[in-house]
Antibody
Framework: EVQLQESGPGLVKPSQSLSLTCSVTGYSITSDYWGWIRQFPGNKMEWMGYMSYSGSTAYNPSLKSRISFTRDTSKNQFFLHLNSVTTEDTATYSC????????????WGQGVMVTVSS | DTVLTQSPALTVSPGERVSISCRASEGVNSYIHWYQQKPGQQPKLLIYKTSNLASGVPARFSGSGSGTDFTLTIDPVEADDTATYFCQQSWNDPTFGGGTKLELK
């Protein structure tokens, strides 16, 4: 059974960078697609981007200038980097799997709450 | 962005049939998916590509629609179905609806 687990700082100062890790067990990140989704207070959800099984990426255009994804296949982990954060980036960040051929996110991590505040 | 519009809330009685709607601002070619989110939990995929039941999801849940109008139906509704239901499209850059909070009488 695939399991995903996010980790990273719960508090980031404005203008700094946010980096989160998604650790995957039970399934290889060299298969399927892997995404980051965030949920703001009030429940609005935003897709941040995907990393494919080959390592190619697609980002939400609204974040494109600030976001990047990387991965470490030896550890079966992928990473979110978000630059120049503001208070509007305060949200719960989740990683999720999107199987090829499905288009829906069928497995999610538990999410990590990140607050941007000085 | 493709905007997905959902009604904010619905209240139904256990045993009834409920339909939750999702309207897209442009055609999404059946690439609509539905999630259930209970308080304090992560979203759970219920339906993918309009009408395909995700693994382990009871057959009480079904999906339909085309073009810009899509529906998630629960029949019959059970007490455990109290949750917020989100639609998501992936025909264009993925977007989510605002969610419909389902409450039971």
């Amino acid at each position: 059974e695939v399991q995903l687990q996010e980790s990273g700082p719960g508090l980031v100062k404005p203008s700094q960078s946010l980096s989160l890790t998604c650790s995957v067990t039970g399934y290889s990140i060299t298969s399927d697609y892997w995404g980051w989704i965030r949920q703001f207070p009030g429940n609005k959800m935003e897709w941040m981007g995907y990393m494919s099984y080959s390592g190619s990426t697609a980002y939400n255009p609204s974040l494109k200038s600030r976001i990047s994804f990387t991965r470490d296949t030896s550890k079966n982990q992928f990473f979110l980097h978000l630059n120049s954060v503001t208070t509007e980036d305060t949200a719960t960040y989740s990683c999720a799997r999107r199987p090829i051929g499905s288009s829906g996110f069928d497995s999610w991590g538990q999410g990590v709450m990140v607050t941007v505040s000085s | 962005d493709t905007v997905l519009t959902q009604s904010p809330a619905l209240t139904v009685s256990p045993g009834e049939r409920v339909s939750i709607s999702c309207r897209a601002s442009e055609g999404v070619n059946s690439y609509i998916h539905w999630y259930q989110q209970k308080p304090g939990q992560q979203p759970k995929l219920l339906i993918y590509k309009t009408s395909n039941l995700a693994s382990g999801v009871p057959a009480r849940f079904s999906g339909s629609g085309s073009g810009t109008d899509f529906t998630l139906t629960i029949d019959p509704v059970e007490a455990d179905d109290t949750a917020t239901y989100f639609c998501q499209q992936s025909w264009n850059d993925p977007t989510f609806g605002g969610g419909t909070k389902l409450e039971l009488k």
